[in-house]
């Protein structure tokens, strides 16, 4: 992953471009385009299941000059649509 003073790309093409290296990382359920404090200032979040030094050891700090900030969230898993929507 390639790790940049600066970002040259938008965000979003970034996180397009290492989202699967990001998600091969043990305990890593998500990725996505976020902001650090009231400055606003984009960076990449990745989203653990569980607190584990290891796993946050292999994510980079800074990807092509973006921040990258993780957060335990538990495991992710998908909702089942509600009726109203099998409907349509």
Known sequence: MAQDSSPNRDINTVLAAHDKELLAIPDVVGVYVGTIGNERQLCLKVML?????????KIPRMIEGYPVVTEVTGEIEARGRSDSQQKR
């Open 49 to 57: 299941a569980r607190a584990n030094p290891e796993s946050e050891r």
